[in-house]
């Protein structure tokens, strides 16, 4: 069994993927292509913005972000503790400050209570200005950005939404991806939509912000190639990497997201009061990047992700440590009582395989192993 089976996916894609690929290579417009501009007008006409820049990697598309910004030295940037490194490492490479926020016990995303005492202790301690605040869209669930957007324009901040695990999943029937000021997603492979290597994209309706981050990607160039107006970076996304996601993206709009929402639905059936399984509020619908349950505590959880391992079936713990207990933030000292939210979820979830491709065989596999160990160690 495989975590999130990407081979299955291609022998199923097969003949449009391998059709793709020959035509980038036999086209030699290996490099900004015309699949890239295509992909781009199709991604922003799903999410429902003006403007799709697509660029190298996730990681990339939050940097272009920051920069259109001019966020740096002196800048807070509030950020969920419960999320992956990169969320909070662009902060940190742009010269400001992560600040960081705990989570919703229910959804996993940022918490606005905790948002805006962060905000307030910023503010009343000083020495930082507060800019901008990174939503997550974690595990495929977009973050509540009506309340959110209210502590945003309570305190006129910017709203960064890191949809690397979103993309796919809406509130009512607004997409993710289109709530923030600038929005980014990430195309690496195991995401709900994936490349077959690194790939981005940034998300805005406001012009001026556009057409700097499409500078940006390309070495700050102006109007031409070799007329460089600013300091860039290089984060194209390779023409290949457009070609292979025009074919998935087809798939993913006509059947996977669908199918993904089943194999969710029928683990949260069979797992029901016997483990915390997730919840999506209404009015919300989720791309499930992941499927995460809650064990009682950390014993049970490694307990069980053992047990797993031994009966073939893999799982994942995103994440085992927050944010402000990562060695590169150690120096910012939060308290051994900072986010408990996100300290009891770092001790107690569990991923388990989920893609559109599961077959119900598998389900009920992984669920019986589960139900076997909690009955072995009641």
């Not at 029937?173 to 490349?195: E, H």
Request: hydrophobic share 40%; with cysteine.
């Amino acid at each position: 069994m495989q975590f999130r089976d990407l081979v299955k996916q291609y022998n199923v894609l097969k003949p449009e993927i391998d059709k793709a690929m020959i035509n980038t290579a036999a086209s030699g417009g290996y490099i900004m292509g015309k699949a890239v501009t295509e992909l781009e007008v199709s991604l922003a006409e799903y999410v429902g913005v003006k403007h799709c820049i697509s660029c190298a990697n996730g990681t990339d598309a939050l940097t272009l972000a920051l920069k259109a910004w001019n966020i740096g030295k002196g800048d807070a940037v509030f950020v969920p503790d419960f999320t992956f490194f990169a969320s909070a490492e662009v902060i940190s490479l742009e010269g400001a400050s992560p600040v960081f926020v705990d989570v919703n016990a229910v959804t996993f995303n940022i918490d606005v209570n905790s948002l805006e005492k962060a905000i307030e202790k910023t503010l009343q301690e000083g020495k930082l200005t507060p800019k901008v605040i990174i939503t997550v869209d974690l595990f495929g669930l977009p973050a509540d950005y009506y309340a959110v957007k209210k502590i945003a324009d309570k305190y006129n901040l910017l709203i960064l939404e890191d949809g690397a695990q979103g993309f796919g999943g809406k509130i009512n029937d607004r997409m993710a991806c289109s709530f923030g000021d600038i929005s980014t997603t990430s195309f690496f492979p195991a995401k709900p939509l994936g490349c077959y290597g690194d790939g981005g994209a940034v998300f805005t309706n406001n012009d001026e912000w556009a057409e700097i981050m499409n500078s940006l990607k390309v070495h700050g160039k102006g109007s031409f190639k070799y007329d460089n107006v600013r300091i860039g970076v290089n984060s194209r996304l390779d023409t290949l990497q457009a070609a292979i996601l025009q074919v998935k993206f087809d798939a993913f709009k006509k059947y996977e997201l669908k199918d993904i929402n089943k194999a969710a639905a029928l683990y949260t059936k069979k797992l029901k009061g016997i483990v915390t399984t997730p919840i999506i509020p209404e009015g919300y619908y989720s791309s499930w990047a992941q499927y995460t349950i809650q064990l009682k505590n950390r014993e049970q959880r490694d307990g069980l992700q053992t047990y797993l391992k031994e009966q073939g079936i893999p799982s994942m713990i995103y994440y085992p440590t927050p944010m402000h207990g990562q060695t590169a933030y150690k120096h910012l000292k939060y308290s051994a009582e900072s986010n408990p939210v996100t300290q009891q979820l770092c001790a107690t979830v569990l991923s388990l395989p989920i893609h559109p491709y599961i077959t119900e065989e598998d389900i009920n596999l992984v669920c019986n192993a589960i139900n076997s160990f909690l009955k072995l160690n009641k």
